[in-house]
């Protein structure tokens, strides 16, 4: 049922889209004309603009001394038009085609989208349908086993419990869960004390770093010291400087294992709780 709604969504999905691309297309195809006759319109509109008027004015009052007519420059070039006119058209063409490009794309990919789901449903729709064949066998097999039992229990032939009497049952019982409960508070103390010690030694190791990172961080500014002292020699502050580095490591290595120790204290206490 699932997979049939999934498979309905789908299709909708996919005749939605193509409405979509369909409305586009008629849209353009609609407003092609009007958009040349609007270009055609602009053109005429931009010569007969206030902007133009200034202009002409503007060249009126400095006229264009180099040409033999002052006026001239002010005048629309006619000449250009058509060829200005046609390239907004070639312009307007390649957008729409570059936008034809792209929807065929787009439900090109929509298509390849939606073959994967239909293959990948068909895939889960096998597999289900395998799954269903074994759960049918299984079923079958235990529906006749337990006819057999119900038959055999009818005739008296079936495998009959041992009788124990209620109280021995409700003593032994009894005596599982003491054992159960003894075992489980001896598990707890003995947890409890590894807590203990894992809590003292985790205050110890926090000590010893702390100590640690003191002594280290003196020694660190004594070698930086006498790394500015003797910098000016060459091979000495090498040796020095490389001394320093290897100590630094080893340090930063120190330094990362206690850290991991103490991130599994803390994780071992968390569990240990939890």
């Not at 409305?23 to 353009?28: M, P, S, W």
């Not at 400095?62 to 058509?82: H, M, Q, T, V, Y």
């Not at 003593?171 to 590894?194: I, W």
């Not at 203990?196 to 003196?218: F, G, M, P, Q």
Request: include cysteine; aromatic fraction near 6%.
């Amino acid at each position: 049922v699932a997979l049939r709604k999934e498979l309905g969504l789908v299709k909708q999905d996919t005749e939605r889209m193509r409405r979509q691309l369909a409305a586009i297309d008629e849209l353009v195809a609609k407003y092609d004309p009007a958009v040349e006759r609007d270009l055609d319109s602009a053109e005429e509109e931009a010569q007969r603009s206030s902007v133009q008027q200034l202009w002409k004015s503007a060249c009126q009052q400095e006229p264009n001394e180099s040409l033999e007519d002052g006026s001239s420059w002010i005048k629309p070039d006619l000449a250009e038009l058509p060829q200005r006119v046609k390239a907004a058209r070639d312009k307007f063409r390649a957008a729409d085609t570059a936008g034809a490009e792209l929807y065929r794309v787009q439900e090109e990919k929509i298509n390849n989208n939606t073959d994967g789901r239909e293959n990948a449903k068909a895939k889960l729709r096998e597999s289900v349908e395998a799954e269903m064949a074994k759960l049918v066998e299984t079923r079958s097999r235990l529906k006749q086993l337990n006819d057999d039992q119900r038959y055999h229990f009818r005739r008296g032939t079936h495998v009959k419990e041992r009788l124990v009497s209620s109280q021995r049952g409700r003593d032994a019982l009894r005596g599982r869960v003491y054992n159960d409960e003894a075992k489980q508070f001896g598990e707890f103390l003995a947890l409890e004390d590894e807590l203990k010690e894992l809590t003292e030694w985790v205050k110890n190791a926090k000590r010893e770093l702390e100590d640690n990172k003191r002594s280290y961080a003196k020694e660190q500014r004594e070698l930086q010291e006498q790394l500015q002292v003797v910098e000016d020699n060459g091979k000495e502050a090498r040796e020095l400087r490389e001394r320093f580095e290897r100590e630094n490591e080893e340090l930063k290595s120190l330094k990362q294992d206690l850290q991991q120790v103490l991130i599994y204290a803390r994780v071992h206490h968390r569990e240990e709780f939890a």
